[in-house]
């Protein structure tokens, strides 16, 4: 079983509790009062800055164990938008990340960009969960799931008024994401199932990615020169966890990373 099966698995099962305590009708009723979503594509694809950044609330993670103890989520994500983040993205999958939708809750509160909900979606459920959370932007994982299931959760992102990242790692994938109707494309140079990184994935896929679609590469960023290599391969957006979780100061890394690709990309 690849660890992304094994993940997946792990998020079912915790759906199936949450569903229990919370009935999918009250998830709707509680979305459907909840705030308009903010407009994460127009946020990735603003021409008036640089690379977009996007900044994540990471605790754990299966490849590296324990990244930081991050007292305060909200703190946190009040930095990274003090340093020029377009969008903030919060681990919520408990089990192998640590992360709650407690966390959501407060980075919410704390912050006025976009979020990403970052999770393993594979129901409907998460997506009412994660805009009854505030969410506005959630993640599917072109690997974990068929053609057909794909469709109907993207669709109903849609339907929300939210966006979905839409998360490739080989050509066959950013074809299944580019049919489907994805916009905002992530390729992920961390492959899920063995945990290997390979930057040079990111400038390999690019390059499939039609005019229009957002372009985003997630994962593996240690410093500016990775992030200025993945401008130059044609990101829009780069999405980083663990080098800023584990920074002494997020805001100036977030800064920095953001000056960092400017300079290649407009
Ligand atoms: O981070 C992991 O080890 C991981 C393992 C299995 C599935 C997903 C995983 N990470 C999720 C992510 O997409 C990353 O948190 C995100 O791209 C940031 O990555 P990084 O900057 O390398 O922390």
Redesign the pocket.
């Not at 390999?204 to 985003?216: E, F, K, N, S, Y």
């Given at each position: 079983m690849s660890?992304?099966d094994d993940?997946i698995d792990g998020v079912r099962e915790d759906l199936t509790a949450r569903r229990s305590r919370v009935a999918l009708e009250e998830v709707r009723a509680l979305a459907e009062q909840a705030p308009a979503p903010r407009d994460a594509f127009a946020a990735l694809n603003a021409s008036n800055s640089g690379v977009r950044i996007i900044a994540?609330v990471?605790r754990k993670?299966?490849?590296?164990g324990s990244l930081s103890e991050i007292q305060d989520p909200a703190e946190l994500a009040a930095a990274y938008e003090r340093g020029g983040a377009a969008v903030v993205?919060v681990?919520t999958e408990e089990r192998?990340?640590g992360g709650s939708l407690a966390d959501l809750d407060a980075v919410r509160a704390s912050v006025n960009l976009p979020i990403l909900r970052?999770d393993f979606t594979v129901d409907e459920y998460q997506i009412w969960e994660a805009r009854a959370h505030g969410a506005d932007l959630i993640l599917l994982i072109v690997a974990a799931l068929p053609d057909e299931e794909l469709r109907a959760l993207l669709a109903l992102t849609h339907e929300l008024g939210m966006n979905a990242l839409v998360e490739t790692h080989t050509p066959e994938e950013v074809e299944r994401a580019v049919a489907l109707g994805g916009r905002i494309i992530g390729v992920?140079v961390?492959n899920?199932k063995t945990?290997d990184?390979d930057r040079s994935v990111f400038g390999t896929l690019a390059g499939l990615i039609p005019a229009g679609a957002v372009v985003v590469a997630?994962?593996?960023?240690r410093d500016i020169a990775d992030v200025e290599q993945f401008v130059a391969e044609g990101a829009h957006a780069v999405?980083?966890?663990?080098?800023l979780v584990r920074h002494e100061n997020p805001e100036a890394t977030v800064r920095t990373f953001t000056r960092a690709g400017s300079a290649l990309h407009n």
């Amino acid at each position: 079983m690849s660890v992304l099966d094994d993940i997946i698995d792990g998020v079912r099962e915790d759906l199936t509790a949450r569903r229990s305590r919370v009935a999918l009708e009250e998830v709707r009723a509680l979305a459907e009062q909840a705030p308009a979503p903010r407009d994460a594509f127009a946020a990735l694809n603003a021409s008036n800055s640089g690379v977009r950044i996007i900044a994540e609330v990471k605790r754990k993670s299966p490849s590296k164990g324990s990244l930081s103890e991050i007292q305060d989520p909200a703190e946190l994500a009040a930095a990274y938008e003090r340093g020029g983040a377009a969008v903030v993205s919060v681990l919520t999958e408990e089990r192998r990340f640590g992360g709650s939708l407690a966390d959501l809750d407060a980075v919410r509160a704390s912050v006025n960009l976009p979020i990403l909900r970052k999770d393993f979606t594979v129901d409907e459920y998460q997506i009412w969960e994660a805009r009854a959370h505030g969410a506005d932007l959630i993640l599917l994982i072109v690997a974990a799931l068929p053609d057909e299931e794909l469709r109907a959760l993207l669709a109903l992102t849609h339907e929300l008024g939210m966006n979905a990242l839409v998360e490739t790692h080989t050509p066959e994938e950013v074809e299944r994401a580019v049919a489907l109707g994805g916009r905002i494309i992530g390729v992920n140079v961390r492959n899920l199932k063995t945990l290997d990184i390979d930057r040079s994935v990111f400038g390999t896929l690019a390059g499939l990615i039609p005019a229009g679609a957002v372009v985003v590469a997630e994962s593996g960023v240690r410093d500016i020169a990775d992030v200025e290599q993945f401008v130059a391969e044609g990101a829009h957006a780069v999405l980083v966890g663990e080098a800023l979780v584990r920074h002494e100061n997020p805001e100036a890394t977030v800064r920095t990373f953001t000056r960092a690709g400017s300079a290649l990309h407009n």
